[in-house]
């Protein structure tokens, strides 16, 4: 049963507009939610978090909105750059638990 | 060097080798992860360690056998796997275990089952 769910594979978006990238869990005991992306042969690399006491963190270009009742979070990127193209990982921690989480990923595309 | 080296970077070996991955931090980082990913799913924990001491393994074959002799370095030692195990191995790294700090991943090892 997977608790995270990235139930789009893919996203393509044209350079300057808003991408959003959404993620879905079951679990609400998880208390903690990141985003990471990844370009190919690299690692993931951390982009944004948010605790689940908030609703909104930003940071730059870069906004994480957690809706807590719906179980939902979305990332929005705006306005999007053609180096924003990757896979983008939601992940979530258990309160008081050792791990994360991880969504299957999404593959962002930005089309100039 | 900064941040998290895993060595080698990929890996074909037969179901009767025994091979070592690698993975070293340098970010005085207290805990250390390994991770497996295979194609199109999510990243599935394998292994946790806190100052040098294992504090889970999630269902892990024993094929599989981490070490980790400091807190900087951890090792995942390959013994009989099955083609089912080639996928990317990830390590990380965080300050330390179970806080807000973001984890930090090395690049992968690439492993081939042949």
């Known amino acids: 049963d997977q608790q995270v769910k990235q139930n789009s594979p893919s996203l393509s978006v044209q350079e300057g507009r808003i991408s959003i990238l959404n993620c879905d869990y079951t679990n609400s005991m998880f208390d903690y939610f990141l985003w990471y992306k990844k370009y190919p042969a690299e690692g993931p690399t951390f982009l944004i978090s948010?605790?689940?006491?908030?609703d909104k963190n930003e940071d730059g270009r870069f906004t994480v909105f957690l809706n807590k009742s719906a179980k939902h979070l979305s990332l929005h990127i705006v306005p999007s750059q053609p180096g924003d193209s990757a896979v983008y990982f939601c992940a979530a921690r258990i309160q008081g638990a050792q791990k994360l989480v991880f969504g299957q990923g999404t593959r962002l595309t930005i089309n100039p | 060097e900064t941040g998290v080296t895993q060595t080698p970077r990929h890996l074909v070996m037969g179901m009767t080798n025994k091979k070592s991955l690698k993975c070293e931090q340098h970010l005085g980082h207290n805990a250390m992860y390994w991770y497996k990913q295979s194609a199109k799913k999510p990243l599935e924990l394998m292994f946790v360690?806190?100052?040098?001491?294992?504090?889970e393994n999630n269902s892990v074959p024993s094929r599989f056998s981490p070490e980790c002799p400091n807190s900087s370095h951890l090792f995942l030692h390959l013994h009989t796997l099955q083609p089912e195990d080639s996928a990317l191995y990830l390590c990380?790294?965080?300050?330390?275990?179970?806080?807000?700090?973001?984890?930090?991943f090395g690049d992968g090892t690439r492993l081939s089952i042949l």
């Open positions: 948010i605790s689940s006491i908030k």
């Open positions: 990380a790294s965080s300050q330390v275990l179970g806080g807000v700090q973001p984890q930090h």
């Open positions: 360690y806190s100052l040098e001491e294992r504090v």
